[in-house]
Structure formats: structure tokens, C-alpha cells
């Protein structure tokens, strides 16, 4: 394999791989970014929400934070993207409606708005008929909802390609190829390819997703999503909706050039790729139920690709237990989103600078010791 020598060598080229490229790049470093099928991972079955608020779980403080940190920063992480890459990002600060049907789901989504509130979160209840006002095409059986504001949404097939565009203008040297971590006397020295042909490196950024098992404490977990094509003129929606249908979930994120995203399963399967009948099934009955109008839409893709999921499901941002490694994996549900937050941090760590508290948290040595020799390995 003929690589051009590099101090940094990033291996994943997925959303958060390639913004840290990007950003590495930026601040003047060598830069190899290695996969052999760049954004063919969970960048390309991600719905692309900006999502801190509707996505809110109990017990996630952490997570809560980081993510709201991520999403006041993303309009201008956006727009630099689309600035250096001089490509859209599909970026629409268009708010997230959550509604409800029957009177389960209704209370389901009272009892997470006290939450939200409790948090000081913008939340606010509507009525069905406030829903409906807002987006004529749901169902009359929608019977309530919350208006979150402030959770927006991009698109992550053209942020990926902006953010490729940017990186190359950088100086990014793209390798098409697969590579594992090089370990040499308990380090990492760099990338090992399949042909058995190595190139080294000062540090090693560690963005493969799930697929980082061997180094992190990652796992598989499955979605699979649907989408569509609503016709021009005919948008049947306005903003993210997402829904509870008697007690399962299922979101609906449209596009400014009419595509429609419905997710998303969530399935502890290991790596499995299969797209089933009845998920599909089960995600466009439920976005049915919820937007009839649905039904029309043209089914253009589906796919199942695996979320990387964490213990606490904060990503692992940091070295870890082998020295020169930094670990920007473990985003789970939150990938596009933490993307640009994990570049900034991947980026400050490997010039030996501080991270903001919200990342701090996010520290690999929560899982584990780390090795004492890690200084000798920053970039200078
Ligand atoms: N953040 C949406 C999903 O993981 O399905």
C-alpha cells in the first residue's frame, strides 16, 4: 500500500472519523484517513437529528450534556463545513414536533415533558389540534404532543460529502483501503493493511464505530430505516415528527429536496445488516398511523446498519489503555450530532490542551486504567 507520510493517522472514515481528519488537518497536521468504504457504516443509515431534547433519556444527565453543548454549536459547525467544503450540509434549523396517539402514548410523553422540564429543557405541550395546526397532514387521531424548538436536524449523506470536500482541500490523504490499529511494544505506531504493509504514525485516531471492539468496550446495535420520496410541492411534512403509536416509537425527518427518512429499529444483534420484512413493516404501519399521506410516498431505499453503542451510551472520547491511541468512538444514537464536538476535542487532546467538562466525561479511563506513557505520544 503507498501512503505519503503523515503524523496522524485516522482510521474510519464515517462522519465523526472524518470531521476529526478534517480538523486535525485544520490545525496543520499530516493527516491519512484509511477506510475502505468511506460513510458506508452508521453515517449512512443515520437520520441525521439534532436531537438533545426529544432524544432524552432517564439517568442520561451526562449524555444530556454533551449533547446540548453539540447542538448549540452545530448551526456554525455546519456552516463551516459547508464553507471549507463549499458544499451544502442540508442543515435545517426547523424544530422537532413529538406527538402522541392513543391516551398511553399521551402520558408517556406527559411523564418525559416533566422530565424535560425538571431540566430546564424548551419544551412545550400541545394539544392534537396545536399539532395539527402546525403540520396539517397528521392523522386526527394524533391526540397531543411536545414542541422541542430547538432540536434541528442535517443531512448526513451531504454533511459526509462536505465534510470529504473539506478535509481533501486540507490536505487529507484518503486511503481506500482496510486497516487495523499497528501495536508495536504496547503502542500504537500506526495502520496495518490487509496486505500486510504498514504506515506509521505518531497518533492514531480510532473512528471505526462499532467495529473498534478490540479497543473499546463497543457494541453492535442494529436500526433499520426506510426512505422515501415525497413529491415536489407535496411535502407531508414541515419539521421532524416524531411519534409514540401505542407505546413504540418511530420518527419521520423530511428534507428540504423531499426525501423522508422513517426510523428506526433498535436491535441487540450483533453485526447483521439484514433488512426484515416485519421491521419494515412495523416502521411505515406506525408512520402511517401517524401521517397517513405516508402510504403514496415512494419507498426509494432500506437498509440496516449498526449503531455503535457504549455501556453508559456516552461515546468514548480520549486515550485509552494503548499509548499514542485516541479513541472517537461509542456515539450510539448521537453520531452526526457529537461529530463536530468529538473532532474539536480529538483535535485539542492531540495538541495536549484541555477538553470542555462535557467531553471530560466522556474520558475512555471510566472503563479502564491508562497507560502513564501517553504524554510522550502528543503531536506536538
Ligand atoms: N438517533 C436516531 C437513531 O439512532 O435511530
Redesign the pocket.
Known sequence: MLVVPCDVVVIGGGIVGTSCAWRLAERGHRVVLVDPDPGGGSSRA??G?L?PVS?LHHGEEDLLALCLLAASGFAEHARRVSAAGDAPTGYRGCGTLVVALDAGDRARLADVRRAQERLGLDVQALTGRECRRLEPLLDPAVSGGTLARGDHQVDPRRLLRALRAAAGRCGVDFVPARGEVLVEGGRAAGVRFADGSAVRADLVVLATGARAQQHAPVRPVK?QVARLRMPEGGHVLQRTVRAVVRDRDV?LVPREDGELVV??T?EDRGFDETVTAGAVHDLLRDAQAVVPGVAELELVEVLARS?PGSPDNLPLIGFGEVPGLLLAVGHH??GVLLSGVTADAVAALAAGEDVPPEVAACDPVRFGSRSAAREEVLVP
Do not use: F, K, P
Request: proline content about 0%.
Open positions: 443515520a437520520a437529528m436531537a432524544e436500526g420518527y426510523g428506526a433498535t449503531r444514537r448521537n
